[in-house]
């Protein structure tokens, strides 16, 4: 059991849960959701809610490192988040450089592999290298795959896998009726991944916004008020707990 001291937001009491480690979720996916409402709540401009929300994603890596989390998802920028004011983009991307740069050693250091989904050929040419080479230079480690979803939506990734089957069709390597979901599968950004075992969405939306729409099929989700910038390793500790709790049927009955 990996027992862990945490402060029970509504009643201030420190309590002793338990996490069973082998029962935890082999994937995490989360909507970093909440950073412009966090800053507007402190009279602070949107960019400074990202900025904090760097902060909360730097300690919800580390736990996961700590916990024995092995892939972590995070949505960080979609396909519809281009409709934003061209401030708040670029600063949203220079984030990801600054990120990238600041923490790339430590994530090296404590075995982190970094991946990304989504149209990374759309992103500024300096955010699409860096993220290259981060991947490049964490290729071999094995302690927990850090997903970055970026300039990432689940409908173009299912446009982008039809293309793909569609040119293997064309090509002859493979016959429509071959088609079943493991060629779809096969065809995504996240092939070499499972699917998320946990959505975890802060900031109380009840929605998906389309985020992993193919992947999230049986996902369990957790959604909390709890803006991004704010959340720290006992609110994901208190998801995995509750997690923990779920029963998962895949459609057929309990056992
Ligand atoms: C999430 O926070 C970050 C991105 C979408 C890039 P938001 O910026 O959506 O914050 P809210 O939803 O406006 O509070
Ligand atoms: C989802 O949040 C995208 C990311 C967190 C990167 P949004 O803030 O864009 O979602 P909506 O617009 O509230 O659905
Ligand atoms: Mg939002």
């Not at 071959?178 to 929605?207: C, F, H, W």
Request: proline letters at 4%; hydrophobic letters at 40%.
């Amino acid at each position: 059991m990996i027992g862990f001291l945490t402060k029970d937001r509504k009643s201030k009491k420190i309590k002793e849960k338990q996490l069973d480690p082998k029962r935890l979720p082999k994937h995490v996916a989360i909507i970093m959701d909440g950073n412009g409402r966090w800053a507007k709540k402190r009279g602070l401009p949107r960019i400074a809610g990202h900025k904090a929300g760097v902060e909360a994603l730097r300690d919800i890596v580390r736990a996961c490192v700590d916990w024995g989390i092995k892939i972590l998802t995070v949505y960080a920028f979609s396909t519809e988040n281009w409709k934003r004011p061209e401030e708040e983009v670029n600063g949203l991307m220079n984030l990801l450089v600054e990120y990238l740069r600041r923490e790339l050693l430590d994530l090296k250091q404590k075995g982190v592999q970094i991946r990304s989904i989504g149209r990374l050929e759309g992103l500024p040419t300096k955010a699409e290298k860096e993220l290259i080479q981060a991947e490049k230079e964490t290729v071999d480690n094995n302690k927990l795959i850090l997903n970055l979803a970026i300039n990432y939506g689940g409908r173009t990734e299912l446009v982008d896998a039809c293309r793909k089957i569609a040119y293997e069709v064309i090509e002859g390597k493979l016959k429509p009726e071959e088609i079943d979901e493991q060629v779809i599968k096969n065809a995504l950004y996240t092939r070499e991944l499972p699917d998320p075992d946990l959505l975890i969405r802060p900031s109380g939306e009840l929605r998906i916004s389309n985020f992993l729409l193919w992947q999230l099929a049986y996902t369990e989700f957790w959604i909390t008020d709890i803006y991004w910038p704010d959340f720290r390793r006992g609110d994901l500790y208190q998801a995995l707990v509750d997690y923990q709790q779920r029963e998962r049927r895949f459609g057929g009955l309990k056992i």
